[in-house]
């Protein structure tokens, strides 16, 4: 059998074009995991109002980001991809879930140099309903449809490994190398709530209190997004040596008025800076590239925020994109696939 590697992130429209927008977020929004009502609400929702008022405003802040080559998740992937294929023997393909850079494309890529069994690797170090969950799926319905030769290996969330945390963690001491900050915003995107407790495989166990996050094995916390955020911050805390009370984690890009995941990472910031915070640095973990939720709402508007309620520094720490040892983390995976060696985790 002729394996093979399929990278997979979120995607971008095509264009900063407000057509181009609506087409992307129309196929992202209608995704009965991403909004998980019924399909007349989902349909009135997205269909009725979100697509008829937001595509313009979205497409003005795309512009703000967009880079001469391209969308920066776009460009950011597939300079990762590169990277990967340099250090693996096996063919690498990348694709988007949502966008023209479609996962039907990226798996006949692999097929046409005759892989018969492929290994994807979902762009999140957290699994989420609305992220790695969607692509799970999505790929299976394809290769039923289209590639039923096809033997596809699921890689699990990558968010406690420790060449993972290894990276994480010296990406962020390099930034902030030299620099003097009052406290660092461990900021990831958000969900509903309600996603918590439909991955909740116990069926009742998450409480939804922030306790349950931090009880040692519990067996929800291979599908629970909080949990997994939580102890993501706490590795990375520890590997630094971060002191209690300099660090916090929070969640970015609520959609509607349903209960999110809290604290909001905007509100933080706004209660922060009111209450004498001068420097603060934030760090994304939720997203390998950088983005609009990272480019825009967070370096842009977040820094806003920051200094109208009087602060000072606010210091915004890249995404791992394309860096050469994030690159050898999903080679790692890639080995340890082929040798059927088990990671090492903290």
Known sequence: MKRGILLVNLGSPDSPNPKDVKRYLGEFLMDERVIDVPLWARNLLVKGIILNTRPKASAKAYKKIWWDEGSPLIVLSERLQEKVQELVDYPVALAMRYGSMAIKNGLQELVDKGCTEIKTIPLYPQFAMATT???????????????????????????????????????????????????????????????????????????????????????????????????????????????????????????????????????????????????????????????????????????????????EEFTVIPCLNDREDFAQVLANMVEEWATTKKPLTV
């Open 133 to 311: 969950e969607t692509i799970d799926v999505k790929v299976d319905e394809l290769v039923a449809e289209y590639f039923p030769q096809l033997k596809i290996t699921r890689t699990p969330a990558f968010y406690h490994r420790e060449d993972y945390i290894n990276v994480l963690s010296k990406s962020i001491a390099e930034k902030l190398d030299g620099l003097d900050y009052e406290h660092i915003l461990f900021s990831y995107h958000g969900v509903p709530e309600r996603h918590i407790r439909k991955s909740d495989i116990t069926n009742g166990n998450c409480k939804m209190n922030g306790k349950c996050c931090f009880k040692k094995g519990s067996p929800q916390h291979e599908f629970c997004y909080r949990h997994q955020c939580e102890i993501t911050t706490v590795n990375v805390a520890k590997k630094l040596g971060l002191k209690n009370g300099t660090y916090s984690t929070t969640f970015q890009s609520r959609l509607g008025f349903d209960p999110w995941l809290k604290p909001y990472t905007d509100r933080t910031i706004e209660r922060m800076g009111k209450a004498g915070t001068k420097k603060m640095a934030i760090v994304t973990p939720a997203f390998v590239s950088d983005c609009l939720e990272t480019l825009e709402e967070i370096a842009m508007e977040g820094e806003e925020i920051f200094h109208e309620v009087g602060g």
